[in-house]
């Protein structure tokens, strides 16, 4: 059988392991490295090359060359702006496509030829067909980016035993499942790009994410462009003083070479305190040398790192814990290396981070042991994640109807009963519904479908929805008229999708409109209640109106203008108060109808 491999499909670099005697080895590709860029390089002639020889060919023929492709993977148009050195196609709002040589290809085509070769890795080193695989994905990933991750597996010719999120990969990789139960760790991740923090609990040998937070517009990379901008400065003094033409740190290729140089320094100044940043020849015969101090490099490198805090700040709040309360703050991501960043997390958390693992390849490593938890060659430790957003229907009046509430332990099914809102209605549109808003318009629309059911009178209809998340965190939703039995499955494959960001500002816009969302639902309710009540008291006073003496009926009118009037006025509060005064003025009307209904059901 062939064994399960885990893989860390990173944003710009990819890993992959197997169990091996009990140990999670990564392996490493033909090129002896075990760092694979997640780089795709389409040559005029001939097939894809990928890695390595991708990433150098990128500064060669950057138009033909993709790269963070996972930025993209299960998002449309628009919703992100490309990179430079490739296009993208198609219209706003479809899916995203990279246009390479003409050709239009899916974020998953790219990172499924990124799978392809670490399978292929796999196969030369094991000597053995390799088919099974758990992918790591961030723990913010919507169905959409997490179907469309599964996808690329399956691209590649895998069978995609598991989509496990990467705080959890990383926790495993620390043996923190050995730590006592309702031990809660924080997982402080910062790579080339993104940010992440994610807060996990530790219970009965189950690893939760409780919370998780990040920028995906932060890391090591901005602290290259604030060392490439102090060495700009040093190359136009260096050209003010020999005579060359200013602006020269704008040209491509020098502003290649002043990166080249940046990182190179920032990650010596990781070990050392400061160091000589040499660049030969830089402008004709002239080169630039300069003594960087890790201070100086610091200087720069806080104000970038100091945006990790909030963050930090949030997810505690998120997870109802202060910094007390953890057991262990773990590092991921290559940018932790720096001594800065340690320290910060240090200050931030109040205990000095665990740094025991490889920060670049703590994911890969847990991805490989929840790949030997499936095969049975690591046991006690199973895996569980949460949902990172509600998801519900939409229901009369536009509103949102939670059935499985953001932060909810995955796998999980949850259903809930519906009726018609009106009377002979013989569809009902099931709107699926992601977010933390209470209004539907204001959440994100993961799909459509109808079911038919049997005319009913208005609420006498039962249509039973039932959410299923799988361990992979796919939604599946079904509807069943439970009068006929007839029934719809759908899998929310084709989601809208949503980037990490909007899942961001889907959180903050839930605080931000509290008060507002809650007015609307509030007055979408009343209004729901008001168009109930007002036809039934005008049908029940032209029924038995004439019972009443003038003062109830004037009362009464009274009663409904106001009600009215609130409607109009979109007025929550007030409209609550004036259906309560118009149910309450309405008493010996209702009494009245009912006792001639009676009346009329004993002579008829
Ligand atoms: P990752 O996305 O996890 O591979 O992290 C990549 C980031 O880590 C890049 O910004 C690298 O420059 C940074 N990095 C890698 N090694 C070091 C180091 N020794 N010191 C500081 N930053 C590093």
Known sequence: MSPIVGIDLGTTNSLIGVMEAGFPILLAGSDGERLTPSVVHFPAQGD????????????????????????????????????????????????????????????????????????????????????????????????????????????????????VNEPTAAALAYGLNHLRDHARVAVFDLG???????????????????ATHGDTRLGGDDVDEALVGLLSEKLEALAQTHGHEPGQSSQPALRARLREAAVDAKHRLSSETVCSVELPFLLGNDSLVYRLERSEL????RPILERTRAHCIRVLADARLSAADLDEVILVGGATRMPLVRAMVEGIFGRTPNISQNPDEAVALGATLQAGILSGAVQN?????????????????????????????????????????????????????????????????????????????????????????????????????????????????????????????????????????VNARVFTEAKLKAEELLPAV???????????????????????????????????????????????????????????????????
């Open 48 to 163: 894809p090359v990928v890695g390595h020889a991708a990433l150098r060919m990128r500064v060669l023929e950057p138009a033909a060359t993709v790269y963070s492709a996972k930025r993209f993977i299960g998002r449309r148009v628009g919703e992100e702006t490309a990179p430079t050195g490739f296009a993208l196609t198609g219209a706003e709002g479809t899916p995203v496509r990279f246009e390479v040589r003409g050709k239009p290809y899916p974020p998953e085509a790219i990172s499924a030829k990124v799978l392809a070769k670490l399978r292929a890795d796999a196969e030369r080193a094991l000597q053995c067909e390799v088919t099974r695989a758990v992918i790591t994905v961030p723990a913010y990933f919507n169905d959409a980016q997490r179907n469309a991750t599964k996808a690329a597996g399956e691209l590649a010719g895998f069978t995609v035993e598991r989509i």
């Open 192 to 210: 080339g790009g993104t940010f992440d923090i994610s807060i996990l609990e530790l219970h009965g040998g189950v690893f939760q994410v409780l």
């Open 298 to 301: 610091e200087r720069l490198a």
């Open 381 to 517: 430790v199973v895996l569980l994640d949460v949902t990172p957003l509600s998801l519900g229907i939409e229901t009369c009046g536009g509103v949102m109807n939670v059935i499985i509430p953001r932060n909810s332990t995955i796998p999980i099914k949850a259903g809930e009963m519906f009726t018609n809102a009106v009377a002979g209605q013989r569809v009902m549109r099931i709107s699926v519904l992601q977010g933390e808003r209470e209004m539907a318009r204001d959440n994100w629309r993961l799909g459509e479908f109808e079911l038919e059911f049997e005319a009913a009178p208005k609420g006498k209809a039962r249509v039973g929805v039932q959410f299923e998340i799988d361990a992979n965190g796919i939604l599946q939703v079904l509807a069943r008229d439970t009068g006929t039995g007839s029934q719809k499955v759908v899998e929310m494959a084709s989601a809208v999708d949503v980037s990490d960001e909007a899942v961001e500002k889907m959180l903050e816009d839930s605080l931000e409109h509290a008060f507002e969302d």
């Open 538 to 604: 005008r049908n029940a006073l032209a029924l038995v109106g004439d019972a009443l003496d003038e003062a109830e009926k004037a009362l009464i009118t009274q009663r409904v203008s106001e009600v009215e009037q609130a409607v109009r006025d979109g007025a929550s509060q007030a409209l609550q108060r004036a259906n309560r005064a118009l149910d309450d003025a309405t008493q010996r009307l209702a009494t009245l109808l009912v006792e001639r209904a009676m009346q009329g059901g004993k002579t008829g």
